[in-house]
């Protein structure tokens, strides 16, 4: 299993361990976020017949705690999880559901809200409209 993290000490120490206590099927997860972008917990469970859904959202709980995974609301019917390794925003397509990561500089949202007295504690950007495909 190959896993990259940007993370600062103290995630990664509740990372590491984390870590300490593997499971196969969490290591099934991990490589299959590893090698696709955004999952719900449905899409995990048809890459993974071998799997039943209820040990995927137990898996997942698991992961979400441990910060290794983290949620991504993209519309309001299905919850999306993704690999937890860097800041990225998302580009939506309301007409195939297609969505692209793009990043935007961590300092852009807040420097935009400095005048705010707003805390900031996460930052979900959505952009939705049309893909090239669907244009």
Known sequence: M????TCNNNTFRSKMQYMQRKSINREKIIDLFNKEHLLSAHACHKKLKDMDLATI?????QLLKANVIKEVHINNSEQFYELNINSHQHLVCNNCGK???IEIPETLIPNMLKSSTFKIENVQLNIIGKCKDCK
């Open 2 to 5: 190959q896993m990259i993290c």
């Open 57 to 61: 959202y137990r898996n997942i709980k």
């Open 99 to 101: 969505i692209e990561s």
